[in-house]
Every structure is written in structure tokens, then in C-alpha cells.
């Protein structure tokens, strides 16, 4: 029998990579999707961690932290200079890119993180966080999240051997729980759409060899005199909510591909109640209120108008 002959084609293509020569912005975005999927906080601190290049402080793969900012910067810049915004505005204080409000991430559309190439509208020159809302739709559609942990579920590693190195407590989790409902649809079918979200958060967590005060809110004694049966503890409450309007605004389908003008307006508020207890005196902090007012007229392809307020009252603690 004679043997076959072998044939073997090797086909090689080749093609120019795409390369922006109008813009050195360089961007990466996160889908709504892997937002809602990914096993991490919900906290803007759990994604900022997922883009190499960018360096966190107080990062929170596991969700043990309570809704705090964090900052975070890039190419060695500065740790203020990275910005949070919510579609395109600033949630950061004045010359810094983060403040005390922290918007919530878990129900975006998107979250786009620019990282070099910024415009000149920028506060800072560093990272840009910006997370882009969901508008509703013509259905009904919504979510509900709920998580939680407490004490049952912790482990305790304070060994006696530790304890005579000097750290008599741990830190330890009491609750940690969040509820976060969303509900988006037609008000008007094809004329006014809503999104709404409403986030409930609580944390209650032991401080390491921190003890209530004996002394406290006696005006006659000064000195600490610690009480080793009641531990310090880091005590917060966050309510937050979100509504979205969109409205459709039908004279715009004369514009040349038919698609109609969009007038987007939401609000954001949200209401804090923080108390550490440590040496200090119990006492009733002061809620801290912020709000968020925003209008934008979207055209087919680009940004008509734009118009945005924002207001932040600080609690105390």
C-alpha cells in the first residue's frame, strides 16, 4: 500500500492595530453586569481596587467596612487627586476628588474609570471615577440586594500570647448589614421614565483595646479610667436614596436619524449617622445631609446642556 501524502496550510493575517490619534485619554469601564455579579463590596472602594494601575487606600475586597471614602491615586501622584464623579459631576470636596457623601455603585449602568488624558474641566489631575445611573425604561424591572454578618460568623485568634504582648481585645465585627432595593420603569409610557434605589446600611464593630470611659461626662474627673466589660465601638448608620427622571421629549425625532431628545434629571440624598465611642461621652450625633440635583439635555449623538447643584451639610459626631 502506498502511503498518503501529507498537506499542511498555514494561513498568517496581519492588521494594524487601532491606534486614537485625537485623544490620549486612556479609559476602562466596568459593566453594570459585573457591578451587580462581582463577590466584593459594594462600596466605590471595591472597584476602584480592579484597575492595576491605580493605587487605593483603605481597600475593601471583603465588605467588612462601613460606607467611608476612601482615596485613591495613579502614576505617583498625589493620594486626593483621584476623582469620583456621578454622571460627570463631582462628589469630591473642593481641590479633592472625594468627600464624607459616598454615592452608591451597586445599581449603575456602568462604571468608566479615566486614567490619563483627562479634560481641562477636572479638579484634579488624577484618576477619574465616574459612575453612570441606570434612567428606567418602558418596563418594569428592579433588584434586591440584601447581605449580612455578625458576631456568629467571626472567628477570635486573640491568643494569650498575644495578650501579654499587650492587646487585650480584638477587633471584631457586632452586625454588618446592608438592604438595597431598586425599582425602574414608565411613569408615561415612551414620555417619562423613573429609577429609584434606596440603601440601608448599618455597622457595628469592635475597636481593638479601646474601652468605654468611666469618667466620661463627669466634669469633676479628667483622666481615662477604662472599662474593660464595655469594648469601643466604631457604631454607623447610612440611609440613602435615589430618584431618576428621564423625560422624552418626542419634538426631537425631526433631528435626522429620528431619535428622540432625552431631558435627564435626578437627585441623590443621603443621611448619616456616625457615632465612635471610645473615651468620649455617649452622645446623639448630627445627621449629615447632602443632595445632588442635576438636568442634561441629550441630543442624538452628543450633550446639548447640561445644568447641576449640589449641596452637603457634614454631620457631627
Same mark, same amino acid.
Given at each position: 500500500?502506498?502511503?498518503?501524502?501529507?498537506?499542511?496550510?498555514?494561513?498568517?493575517?496581519?492588521?494594524?492595530?487601532?491606534?486614537?490619534? +485625537?485623544?490620549?485619554?486612556?479609559? *476602562?469601564?466596568?459593566?453594570?453586569?459585573?457591578?451587580?455579579?462581582?463577590?466584593?463590596?459594594?462600596?466605590?472602594?471595591?472597584?476602584?481596587?480592579?484597575?492595576? +494601575?491605580?493605587?487605593?487606600?483603605?481597600?475593601?475586597?471583603?465588605?467588612?467596612?462601613?460606607?467611608?471614602?476612601?482615596?485613591?491615586?495613579?502614576?505617583?501622584? !498625589?493620594?486626593?487627586?483621584? *476623582?469620583?464623579?456621578?454622571?460627570?459631576?463631582?462628589?469630591? %470636596?473642593?481641590? &479633592?476628588?472625594?468627600?464624607?457623601?459616598?454615592?452608591?455603585?451597586?445599581? $449603575?449602568?456602568?462604571?468608566?474609570?479615566?486614567?490619563?488624558?483627562?479634560?481641562?474641566?477636572?479638579?484634579?489631575?488624577?484618576?477619574?471615577?465616574?459612575?453612570?445611573?441606570?434612567?428606567?425604561?418602558?418596563?418594569?424591572?428592579?433588584?434586591?440586594?440584601?447581605?449580612?454578618?455578625? $458576631?456568629?460568623?467571626?472567628?477570635?485568634?486573640?491568643?494569650?500570647?498575644?495578650?501579654?504582648?499587650?492587646?487585650?481585645?480584638?477587633?471584631?465585627?457586632?452586625?454588618?448589614?446592608?438592604?438595597?432595593? $431598586?425599582?425602574?420603569?414608565?411613569?408615561?409610557?415612551?414620555?417619562?421614565?423613573?429609577?429609584?434605589?434606596?440603601?440601608?446600611?448599618?455597622?457595628?464593630?469592635?475597636?481593638?483595646?479601646?474601652?468605654?470611659?468611666?469618667? +466620661?461626662?463627669?466634669?469633676?474627673?479628667?483622666? %481615662?479610667?477604662?472599662?474593660? $466589660?464595655?469594648?469601643?465601638?466604631?457604631?454607623?448608620?447610612?440611609? *440613602?436614596?435615589?430618584?431618576?427622571?428621564?423625560?422624552?421629549?418626542?419634538?426631537?425625532?425631526?433631528?435626522?436619524?429620528? !431619535?428622540?431628545?432625552?431631558?435627564?434629571?435626578?437627585?441623590?440624598?443621603?443621611?448619616?449617622?456616625?457615632?465612635?465611642?471610645?473615651? &468620649?461621652?455617649? !452622645?446623639?450625633?448630627?445627621?449629615?445631609?447632602?443632595?445632588?440635583?442635576?438636568?442634561? !439635555?441629550?441630543?442624538?449623538?452628543?450633550?446639548?446642556?447640561?445644568?447641576?447643584?449640589?449641596?452637603?451639610?457634614?454631620?457631627?459626631?
Amino acid at each position: 500500500m502506498k502511503v498518503g501524502g501529507v498537506a499542511e496550510t498555514v494561513t498568517v493575517t496581519g492588521e494594524a492595530p487601532t491606534v486614537d490619534v +485625537a485623544s490620549t485619554r486612556n479609559q *476602562q469601564v466596568i459593566s453594570g453586569q459585573t457591578v451587580a455579579e462581582i463577590p466584593s463590596s459594594r462600596q466605590y472602594s471595591a472597584f476602584t481596587h480592579l484597575i492595576p +494601575a491605580i493605587n487605593v487606600q483603605q481597600n475593601d475586597f471583603e465588605g467588612s467596612n462601613p460606607a467611608l471614602y476612601s482615596v485613591f491615586q495613579i502614576h505617583g501622584g !498625589r493620594r486626593n487627586e483621584g *476623582q469620583v464623579l456621578v454622571d460627570g459631576m463631582n462628589g469630591g %470636596y473642593q481641590g &479633592m476628588g472625594v468627600s464624607g457623601y459616598v454615592p452608591e455603585v451597586g445599581n $449603575s449602568q456602568e462604571v468608566v474609570f479615566s486614567l490619563s488624558g483627562g479634560l481641562g474641566e477636572a479638579t484634579t489631575g488624577g484618576p477619574q471615577m465616574n459612575l453612570v445611573g441606570k434612567q428606567g425604561g418602558n418596563r418594569f424591572a428592579g433588584t434586591f440586594f440584601v447581605s449580612g454578618t455578625g $458576631s456568629a460568623f467571626q472567628g477570635n485568634n486573640l491568643t494569650s500570647d498575644v495578650q501579654a504582648r499587650g492587646l487585650t481585645a480584638a477587633n471584631s465585627i457586632q452586625k454588618l448589614w446592608e438592604v438595597n432595593p $431598586s425599582l425602574g420603569g414608565p411613569i408615561v409610557r415612551d414620555r417619562l421614565w423613573f429609577f429609584g434605589t434606596y440603601r440601608y446600611q448599618i455597622s457595628r464593630q469592635n475597636v481593638a483595646s479601646m474601652f468605654v470611659n468611666r469618667n +466620661a461626662g463627669d466634669p469633676t474627673k479628667w483622666t %481615662y479610667d477604662p472599662d474593660t $466589660s464595655q469594648q469601643a465601638v466604631d457604631d454607623g448608620t447610612w440611609k *440613602q436614596g435615589n430618584l431618576r427622571l428621564t423625560v422624552i421629549d418626542h419634538v426631537g425625532a425631526v433631528l435626522q436619524d429620528q !431619535r428622540a431628545v432625552r431631558f435627564l434629571a435626578w437627585k441623590d440624598r443621603c443621611q448619616e449617622f456616625v457615632r465612635f465611642s471610645s473615651s &468620649m461621652a455617649p !452622645r446623639k450625633p448630627t445627621p449629615g445631609l447632602c443632595a445632588i440635583r442635576a438636568w442634561a !439635555r441629550l441630543g442624538p449623538s452628543h450633550l446639548i446642556g447640561r445644568a447641576a447643584t449640589t449641596t452637603s451639610t457634614p454631620g457631627s459626631e
